[in-house]
Each structure stands twice: as structure tokens, then as C-alpha cells.
């Protein structure tokens, strides 16, 4: 196969379902001084291209471990996993990360925050601004793109810091609590915003939250997490409708699944 031939077909399978996250038989150590401390033992976990899938669990469970792993901002001791095939080994543009604090450079403005790693991938200043318009569309920020950081709300931010890591084209988006530290109503809207955003991308979603509520109503599949060690207990299909809409909180399935969650965490510190 010639070289043409080959990098045609990658784009073709890049068109198709892409981001499957593996991840077999993963254990962490961490080591203090002397004392070491269990923080995951023998996660197992698939999640399928263009999934969204949530892991819920108590404070302190490895989850946070888990998807740092998974970003490759920290190594395992054991296990390994994977995106589409390829180890994972350190970070990489195939993989958007978004923290709970706001993680946005505050000397830049809202556009080039959102066009920040275009740019140190060498991506020209026409491409990088029509990748800014995307976003800052599909995110709701037109009218703030040339805001800083500081002139922005909670719910705002964490809005550009999703445009931001979705600018770099991730088979893969990685959200740890990313609400957390957001009103209730804030919350609730950029919950819809990221489903829309999930729908229009098609990227694969790996979510963090101890929000019940927030993980079955943006879920496909919800994994429970247990501390000591951290590991997996048990997985739950969200059989609710694919279309979320605000209603969806009173369906039946939905309070089945809540008075299932809760009871399954009711003594852990949630
Ligand atoms: N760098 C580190 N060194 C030592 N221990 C650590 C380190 N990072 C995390 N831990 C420990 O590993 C455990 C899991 O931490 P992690 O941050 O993954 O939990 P979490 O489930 O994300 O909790 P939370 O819901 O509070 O964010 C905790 O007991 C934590 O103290
Ligand atoms: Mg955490």
C-alpha cells in the first residue's frame, strides 16, 4: 500500500466510530515516605467509541487516579490501557481533559484560550479561527470571545475550558467533576450543553461526578466505584430515553435507578 493509500484510510477510519477506551487489570500504589497507600486495585473498564459513560463514586474512591491515568498524567503500577488500540503512555491531543477548577490560562482571552493548543500544533490563523467560531458557537460564548478569564462566570469558564480541549479534536473527552463548583441551575444547564455538544461531536465521554442525579441523567452507562482499594463494584445500564430532556428527572426508570445508586452508596461518603 502506498503512502497516499495509507493516510487515506486513516482519515476514513477517523470519519468512523473512534475513541474506545480499554482498560484492563489497572492497579495504583502510591507511596508516601514509608507508608503506601491501595489507591485502585484491578480495574477493568471498556468503554465503546462514542459511549458516555460515568463513574460514580465516595470522596477519595481513586476516580480522579483513574482518569489521570487514562489522560496519561500519571502512570499505573500494573495494567494497561488504551485508545482505539495504541498504549497509552503520556498525554496526547487524541484526549481532552477538563478538571473541576478552572483551568484557564487568565492572560489570554476566551478565543485564544479555545485556539491556545491549535496553535502550538502549528495550525494556521485562518483554521485556528474557524475552529474558534465552532466552538465558541456550539459552547454559547460568541459574545464573550474576547473576554479574559476573570470577566467570566463559573458556568462560562468551564464552558471555554470544554471548547478549549474539544479545539484539539479529541477522539476522547475526560471530565473530572467538571460541574462540581457550579450553582444548582448552572449546573443543570451546562449539563444539557454538554450533551449537545456529545451529540454534535461524537466524541467518546468519560465523566466524573458523585452527583447521582448528574449521572444518570447524562449517562449511557454509570460504573460504581468503592475506596479501599479503589475499585469497580458495579455497572449500570441507563435504559432512559436517548433524548434528555428536562423531564427525563421524572421517569420512572430515572427514580428506579436514583433509589438503586443511593442505596448502593447510602454508607459511603458520597
Ligand atoms: N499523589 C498522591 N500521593 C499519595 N496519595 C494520593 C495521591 N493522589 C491521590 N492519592 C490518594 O489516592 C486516593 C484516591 O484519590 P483520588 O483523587 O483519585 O480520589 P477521588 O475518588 O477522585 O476523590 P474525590 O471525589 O474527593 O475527588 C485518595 O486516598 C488520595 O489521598
Ligand atoms: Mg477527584
Known amino acids: 500500500m ?3 493509500t495509507s493516510e487515506a484510510m486513516k482519515e476514513v477510519t477517523k470519519t468512523s466510530a473512534v475513541g474506545a477506551i480499554s482498560i484492563r487489570g489497572i492497579g495504583k500504589t502510591f507511596k508516601t515516605g514509608k507508608t503506601t497507600f491501595r489507591a485502585l486495585e484491578n480495574i477493568d473498564l471498556e468503554v465503546g467509541a462514542n ?3 460515568t463513574i460514580l463514586g465516595p470522596s477519595g474512591c481513586g476516580k480522579s487516579t483513574l482518569l489521570r491515568i487514562v489522560a496519561g498524567l500519571e502512570e499505573s503500577n500494573e495494567g494497561v490501557a488504551d485508545v482505539d488500540g495504541d498504549t ?4 496526547g491531543a487524541d484526549r481532552g481533559m477538563v478538571f473541576q477548577g478552572y483551568t484557564l490560562f487568565p492572560w489570554l482571552t476566551v478565543r485564544q484560550n479555545i485556539e491556545y493548543g491549535p496553535k ?5 490563523i485562518l483554521e485556528r479561527r474557524a475552529i474558534s467560531n465552532r466552538y465558541l458557537r456550539i459552547t ?14 463559573g458556568g462560562m469558564k468551564q464552558r471555554v475550558a470544554i471548547a478549549r480541549a474539544l479545539a484539539n479534536g479529541p477522539k476522547v473527552l475526560l471530565l473530572d ?19 449537545d455538544v456529545w451529540e454534535k461531536e ?4 468519560l465523566f466524573i461526578t458523585h452527583d447521582i442525579d448528574e449521572a444518570i441523567f447524562l449517562s449511557q452507562r454509570i ?13 449500570f445500564p441507563v435504559t432512559l430515553p436517548a433524548e434528555r430532556t428536562p423531564e427525563v428527572r421524572e421517569h420512572p426508570e430515572f427514580l428506579k435507578l436514583r433509589r438503586e445508586l443511593a442505596g448502593l452508596l447510602r454508607h459511603k461518603e458520597l
Open 223 to 235: 460504573v460504581v466505584m468503592a475506596a479501599g482499594p479503589g475499585r469497580i463494584l458495579k455497572e
Open 120 to 124: 502550538l500544533k502549528g495550525v494556521s
Open 202 to 205: 461524537k466524541t467518546t465521554v
Open 88 to 91: 497509552i503512555v503520556g498525554p
Open 2 to 4: 502506498n503512502e497516499a
Open 140 to 153: 454559547r460564548l460568541e459574545e464573550f470571545a474576547s473576554r479574559f478569564p476573570k470577566q467570566l462566570s
Open 177 to 195: 467533576e467538571p460541574f462540581g463548583a457550579l450553582d444548582a441551575q448552572t449546573k443543570l444547564e451546562m449539563q444539557e450543553a454538554l450533551l
Open 51 to 53: 459511549e458516555f459513560v
